[in-house]
């Protein structure tokens, strides 16, 4: 058995949502388009008062080797980024249907509901696993066929578990990550059942620094653990880092740097009541969040397209190395032709952007130009709000007041300015720093560019 679709997107994460409102902006027929995600959920969240489909969840009865019949709750795409932050406030957190994608960029809001009305095929809580890009035919994990004349490859990326740094205990009912709404809801669950009690932080990179920030603001003591000298190694300077732990510390937040967890301690109702380190010491824990980097979702291409930088190679117009297939978001490696060089980002950003470009070169090829992105991240924690804008490479000037509340860089490679950054900008200097870093320009005297600081950007 077996259907057929013009296009078929594999995987309803973010880039899956920006790419479906794209297609049917671009006159995508009823009948043609079919996204399919294995994306479950449980009903932690389940309203009392609200019936699961409109909170913009699809339940359906499954029976597998797992679990025997139950209700699992499919959800389609949303905005990742709200389950570390608004996912896990104590009080109004964000719920779904509030969060579907696209309202992260400010476009309409697409519920199960906008997915039928535009006939859109969701084929969710079903894995994709295997695919034959010769034959253009993926077979789900049920048995069915689906065959497609352009797929787009949207599988984002899975956590790394501690497993592979040969540590176990991941499955222990206390130790979370966080990849999907499973996961929040897990942390929610947690959360509640260690009320006041003590977490332990695993990682010091995005993961870990938004979820400990979330954590306490549930009254829960945070101790963060990681191998590098400071927090947000990938992307922080030892002084914009040392300005935000200050922050933490004074929010009681515990680090221990420089050292890597050994083992749980493990109680005979396989909970974890205690982190061993590396270092010889101990940290007793309530419970353990895992943010320990991420891998972009490629097996099932492994053999059958060109794979860079971890990820699915593609071209300017985000084709891969077979004409029919695109890849978009986490798991495809682009040319940012800013830098010329090929990168693989994993951020929200250019999800949703790579997946507008690849359906804009899809639906219409002589008006899509190769994809010209400049890199752009950003983070909310407490009251702070930072962006980042091209690339963190070269020498760095730091501008602003590191003991208020605005503080920034500039980074300089080769004579010109590269990167930049800004906490707690406005909208101008936010857009100012970008348009200045999309230009390069030239930088003659750095110490002059240390005295303008953001004037440099606001004049430019
Ligand atoms: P995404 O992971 O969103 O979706 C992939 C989808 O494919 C999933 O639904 C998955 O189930 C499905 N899939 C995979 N394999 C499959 C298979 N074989 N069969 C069927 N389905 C399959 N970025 C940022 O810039 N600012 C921020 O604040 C945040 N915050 C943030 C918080 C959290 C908790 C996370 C995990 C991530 C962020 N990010 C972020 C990163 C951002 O969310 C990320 O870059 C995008 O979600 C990537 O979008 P994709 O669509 O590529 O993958
Ligand atoms: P990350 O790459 O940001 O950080 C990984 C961290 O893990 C490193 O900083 C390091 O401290 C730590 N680490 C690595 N190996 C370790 C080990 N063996 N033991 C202890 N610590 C170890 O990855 P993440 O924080 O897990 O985030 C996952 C993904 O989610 C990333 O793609 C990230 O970009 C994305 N994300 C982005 C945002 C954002 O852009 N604001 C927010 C949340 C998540």
């Known amino acids: 058995m077996g259907r057929a679709f013009v296009y078929v997107i594999l995987g309803g994460g ?80 964000a719920r779904l249907p509030s969060f579907h994608t696209c309202v992260g960029a400010n476009e309409e809001r697409l519920t199960p509901k906008w997915y039928k ?17 010769r034959r253009k035919t993926l077979l789900t994990a049920v048995g069915e066929t689906i065959s497609y004349n352009i797929l787009i490859i949207a599988t984002g990326a899975r956590a790394l578990k501690l497993e592979e740094f040969g540590v176990s205990g991941s499955d222990a009912e206390n130790v979370c990550y966080l990849r999907d709404l499973a996961d929040a809801n897990r942390v929610v669950d947690v959360i509640q059942s260690y009320a006041g009690g003590n977490a332990v932080v695993i990682g010091g990179g995005y993961i870990g620094m938004e979820c400990a920030a979330s954590l306490v603001t549930n009254r829960i003591n945070v101790t963060m653990v990681f191998p590098e000298a400071h927090c947000m190694a990938r992307l922080f300077t030892p002084k914009i880092a ?31 009541t205690a982190v061993n380190l590396r270092d010889g010491s101990r940290l007793p824990a309530d419970m353990v969040v895992v943010g320990i980097g991420i891998r972009p979702n490629t097996s099932l291409f492994e053999g059958q397209l060109t794979l860079e930088k971890g990820g699915i190679k593609v071209n300017g117009r985000m084709q891969t190395s077979n004409n029919s297939v695109y890849a978009v978001g986490d798991v ?38 190769e994809f010209d992105y ?27 007041d590191y003991s208020g509340k605005t503080i920034g860089a500039y980074w300089i490679s080769k004579g010109q300015l590269v990167g930049s950054f800004l906490e707690g900008g406005t909208k101008e200097d936010y857009e100012a720093l970008a348009k200045t870093t999309r230009l390069k320009p030239a930088i003659d005297d750095i110490t002059e560019l240390e005295t303008q600081g953001l004037g440099f950007a606001l004049t430019v």
């Open 14 to 93: 973010v880039a899956a949502g920006y790419a479906a409102l794209e297609f049917t902006k671009k006159g995508v027929s009823p009948g043609e388009l079919c996204i399919i995600s294995e994306e479950t959920t449980f009903s932690a969240f389940k309203s009392a008062v609200m019936p699961a489909s409109e909170l913009g969840i699809i339940v359906l009865k499954v029976h597998n080797e797992f679990d025997s019949y139950g209700s699992r709750e499919y959800v389609p795409p949303y905005e990742r980024p709200a389950l570390t932050k608004g996912y896990l406030l104590p009080e109004a957190p």
């Open 117 to 133: 009305e535009h006939g859109i095929e969701l084929v969710l809580g079903t894995r994709v696993k295997s695919v034959d890009v």
């Open 242 to 272: 040392s300005y935000y732990e200050g922050y933490y510390n004074s929010k009681g937040v515990q680090f221990v740097k420089g050292t890597v967890l050994s083992s749980f301690d493990i109680d005979h109702n396989g909970k974890v």
């Open 332 to 369: 495809a490696a682009f040319p940012v032709k800013l830098f010329g060089e090929t990168r693989r980002l994993e951020h929200v950003d250019s999800a949703r952007k790579t997946a507008k470009h690849a359906v804009g070169a899809i639906m219409e090829p002589e008006k899509t130009d």
């Open 374 to 400: 400049l890199p752009f991240f950003y983070s909310r924690v407490f009251t702070f709000s930072w962006q980042f804008y091209g690339d963190n490479a070269g020498e760095v000037v730091h501008f602003g």
